[in-house]
């Protein structure tokens, strides 16, 4: 698995007269789902020509079959391209937030946490990688893969495994975190700059949620950023 595959997400142009598509293949949701999966980064739609004309036109050309996704992201306050895409037959998913957090105010010990438990979060290795594949596998269940009706869910869970298998093959840098006997009980990964650093995925043993450990693992992690 080659980095410059991973994200070789091209944009490319499909027109009808003057309506045209905006879109991408994303390959490592199309390897993991066993599908092609698309992503529609924009459209503009000319009469008499309609969005859902395009669409049908565009699935023909593409070749898409049952099975295949077709997914775009909106701001929530572009309500013309919101209601054209629920009158093309898309349907509401998910809601992302994009958070900017400046580390350099960031008080760390402003945070408590229980006595007598130690937990760190320290680089992983190539030996770590199937203990937090199958953390990644088990732990997500409110995301748009998992929510999606038309997504299996061991297709979902495989997806997330396939994130970690990518992960390691890529420029991200990998973080286990793990108990006092080095047990892995999570993983975040980033991305890495010079000034800043882009949260790419993090996740928590199962077993583990809801003992305010998801909060410090976060926590050790803008610890080691700042």
Known sequence: IKETY??????????????????AIIPWDSDSLNNTTIEIENFSVKPPTTLKE??????????LKKGDLMFSKIPPNDYLKIQLLDQAGFYY????????????????????????????????????????????GSTFVADRFHLDPNIAKAKADYRFEMWIENSFHSSDTIYKFVDKKNIIIGFFIVQEHPEYAEFRLAGLDPQYVGRGLGKMLYHHMYRLLK
Not at 102 to 108: A, C, G, I, K
């Open 6 to 23: 991973m994200f070789d997400t091209k944009t490319r142009i499909f027109r009808i007269d003057s309506s045209i598509l905006q879109y």
């Open 54 to 63: 395009i669409l049908i036109r565009f699935q023909r050309a593409l070749h």
């Open 93 to 136: 998913i998910e809601q992302t937030i994009t958070l900017v957090i400046d580390l350099s105010t960031w008080n760390p010990d402003e945070f408590m946490f229980p006595r007598g438990e130690t937990y760190q979060l320290i680089p992983a290795g190539l030996s770590d990688k199937m203990a937090i594949r199958k953390i990644a």
